[in-house]
């Protein structure tokens, strides 16, 4: 079992930079795909980005391509959302999740474990 705590969310401008943190707990947070989902009012919780348990591969969703960048560090059990050029459509509650298979996964129910999310706000 992993416990998950996220931290970096706030308020930033249109055009700015924020980077997340996910602190996990536990032995064995190498051996988890990890992922980072969104959430905004009144819509259903979407995949921003995935990544290995090694970290080699990682997926981005079209709408943070070229913008967002997944990153962990399996020594410090921490997995990381850098996010560039935040536009007001970006805002949403931010929730990092770990799913127990070690390579990607792309749908929410298949990670089994989730913090509790940090607030990002991208005002215009």
């Known amino acids: 079992q992993v416990q998950l705590v996220e931290s970096g969310g706030g308020l930033v401008q249109a055009g700015g930079s924020l980077r997340l943190s996910c602190a996990a707990s536990?032995?064995?947070?190498?051996?988890?795909?990890m992922g980072w989902f969104r959430q905004a009012p009144g819509k259903e919780r979407e995949l921003v980005a995935a990544?290995?348990?090694?970290?080699?591969?990682?997926y981005n969703g079209d709408s943070v391509k070229g913008r967002f960048t997944i990153s962990r560090d399996n020594a410090q059990n921490t997995v990381y959302l850098q996010m560039n050029s935040l536009r007001p459509e970006d805002t949403a509650v931010y929730y990092c999740?770990?799913?127990?298979?070690?390579?990607?996964?792309?749908?929410?129910?298949?990670?089994?474990?989730w913090g509790q999310g940090t607030q990002v706000t991208v005002s215009s």
């Open positions: 536990g032995r064995t947070f190498s051996a988890y795909a």
């Open positions: 999740a770990a799913c127990t298979a070690g390579r990607l996964r792309y749908n929410l129910n298949e990670y089994a474990y």
């Open positions: 990544i290995s348990r090694s970290g080699g591969t990682t």
